[in-house]
């Protein structure tokens, strides 16, 4: 099975979020709760297949993007509609409140 999470560039970026309801990860490889959070969100990633598509962005790789989207901690999900930033998951939680907080959102 082929990974669920795309990984975003910023060339990328624009096209991913531009349709439907996207939810981008912007994390940092030394970032613990980042790590903690990478397994969770491919499970749901799985979850959510045909709701909604996840990503991740790579805030030292692609700092403009992290901070035009005033990403100060990681991670931080941003979930986007239609390519509008519409909610904002601040921390690593734990699956079952993370699914409550997406399920609010889509």
């Given at each position: 099975?082929?990974?669920?999470?795309?990984?975003?560039?910023?060339?990328?970026?624009?096209?991913?979020?531009a349709?439907?309801i996207?939810?981008?990860d912007?994390?940092?490889?030394?970032?613990?709760?980042?790590r903690?959070?990478?397994?969770?969100?491919?499970?749901?990633?799985?979850e959510?297949?045909?709701k909604?598509?996840?990503a991740?962005?790579?805030?030292?790789?692609?700092?403009?993007?992290?901070?035009?989207?005033?990403?100060?901690?990681?991670p931080?999900?941003?979930?986007?509609?239609?390519?509008q930033?519409?909610?904002?998951?601040?921390?690593?939680?734990?699956?079952?409140?993370?699914?409550?907080?997406?399920q609010?959102?889509?």
């Amino acid at each position: 099975m082929s990974n669920p999470i795309q990984h975003l560039t910023d060339q990328t970026f624009s096209s991913a979020v531009a349709k439907g309801i996207t939810v981008v990860d912007f994390w940092a490889p030394w970032c613990a709760p980042c790590r903690e959070l990478a397994p969770v969100m491919e499970s749901l990633a799985v979850e959510f297949q045909g709701k909604a598509a996840f990503a991740k962005l790579n805030v030292d790789d692609f700092t403009p993007l992290s901070e035009q989207y005033d990403v100060l901690s990681m991670p931080t999900l941003v979930i986007f509609k239609d390519g509008q930033p519409t909610e904002r998951i601040v921390g690593s939680l734990p699956i079952d409140q993370l699914r409550a907080r997406l399920q609010q959102a889509f």
